[in-house]
């Protein structure tokens, strides 16, 4: 039983270290959804951009880049990166499906990181933006 123990954890371990490989962020490049919302409630989003690399902007104050998994909106999304400051803070989004299957925040914020943004942020969204955001009352754009 020992063994049987120590050989799930190994198992474990690896199918773990197999996931972090396969995300270009660390876990505290994660924002969580109640502290943007709270920024955007108290006006303290001057030195914070928000981009939408999913289907529609909904997030109140987003920039709407549109699906990063189709290469026209990961230049549209190099493009509008060219005149943002390499230190701001910047979030992306998506929530059109669960977390782990999301085909568009990969490739959005591997281009963060190849663009060198010090400060890039992926809002924390593991179920979907509706599940995440919009249940909880979250601000949008109307």
């Known amino acids: 039983m020992k063994y049987l123990f120590i050989i799930v954890c190994f198992v474990c371990s690896l199918f773990s270290q197999a996931q972090q490989k396969q995300n270009p962020w660390r876990e505290n490049q ?32 987003s920039v709407d880049i549109g699906p990063t998994h189709e290469p026209e909106n990961l230049e549209k999304l190099r493009n509008y990166l060219k005149s943002i400051p390499k230190d701001k803070e910047v979030v992306i989004y998506c929530g059109c499906c669960p977390f782990v299957k999301c085909p568009n925040i990969r490739p959005a914020f591997g281009l963060l990181m190849e663009m060198g943004f010090r400060n890039a942020k992926l809002l924390n969204l593991p179920k979907s933006i509706k599940a995440d955001w919009l249940d909880k009352d979250y601000p949008t754009n109307d």
């Open 30 to 61: 994660l924002m969580d959804p109640a502290l943007l919302a709270s920024r955007i409630v108290k006006n303290k989003t001057k030195d914070l951009v928000i981009i939408s690399v999913g289907p529609e902007a909904i997030i109140k104050g």
